[in-house]
């Protein structure tokens, strides 16, 4: 049986998709490309990918809208590639549930570097030991990677947004400095001036119903980093 990661490319440029086809395929990957949204559906019917590298600039459906469709389905995990410098569109990406971005041009061993370590969380993530964990007021499915509330109200997670809140559950009433964020869901080390880190905190806080301007769940330590203030229970 094949056991290789299964890697989806989307790229309406020919020559990316087919550098990053054969450098993967050469990193032990099945490697599987498409050039816009309706090939990509396509390719999604017939294969279940472990990771997708999609395009923001590309004809039809844009990346962001394909993003959109994609994550009412599934928790994939997905690197954005960009164009752009400026940081706007990889602001976008993480709001919409992107997991990570890469801007163009980039070094295939950079991106190699983000796949695997996404792969690894993702691994993680899925064996986490409990199937529910309580904490607050809420409860965390983490094989649907869902949210229930005391209410029964079920909110569905992103990739960014589920590997951020285990973090916070796997060190509960721990700092977590903008670092340590960056390098568990991201793999590397926050830069300087970032705001993926502060968009990413802000939307889970608002899925938690965390006040941003002066949350009580999720607390800014001024100089140092995050906390989550709450008692964590595992069932299951």
């Not at 949204?37 to 039809?60: A, K, R, S, T, Y």
């Not at 997670?157 to 951020?164: C, K, P, R, T, V």
């Not at 705001?195 to 301007?213: E, F």
């Amino acid at each position: 049986m094949n056991s290789a990661k299964q890697i989806l490319i989307v790229d309406d440029d020919t020559e990316i998709r087919e550098l990053l086809q054969e450098y993967l395929a050469k990193a032990g990957f099945a490697v599987t490309t498409a050039a816009e949204g309706i090939e990509m559906f396509q390719c999604l019917n017939e294969i279940v990918p472990d990771l997708i590298i999609l395009d923001i600039m590309m004809p039809g459906d844009d990346g962001f809208t394909l993003c959109q469709k994609i994550r009412r389905d599934s928790n994939v995990p997905i690197i954005m590639l960009t164009a752009s410098s400026d940081e706007t569109d990889r602001v976008i990406g993480l709001e919409i549930g992107a997991d990570d971005y890469i801007a163009k041009p980039f070094s295939p061993r950079e991106l190699l570097a983000r796949i695997k370590a996404l792969l690894r969380r993702a691994q993680f993530s899925a064996s986490s030991g409990s199937r529910y964990i309580h904490f607050a007021n809420w409860r965390l499915d983490t094989l649907k990677r869902s949210l229930t509330s005391q209410d029964n109200e079920e909110l569905e997670l992103s990739g960014a947004d589920y590997n951020l809140l285990m973090l916070f559950l796997q060190h509960p009433n721990q700092i977590l400095d903008r670092d340590t964020i960056s390098d568990a869901t991201r793999g590397r080390e926050a830069l300087p001036m970032e705001r993926g880190i502060d968009v990413q905190l802000s939307r889970l806080r608002q899925r938690l119903g965390d006040n941003g301007k002066s949350p009580k769940l999720i607390k800014t330590i001024r100089g140092a980093g995050y906390v989550l203030i709450a008692e964590v229970k595992h069932e299951g």
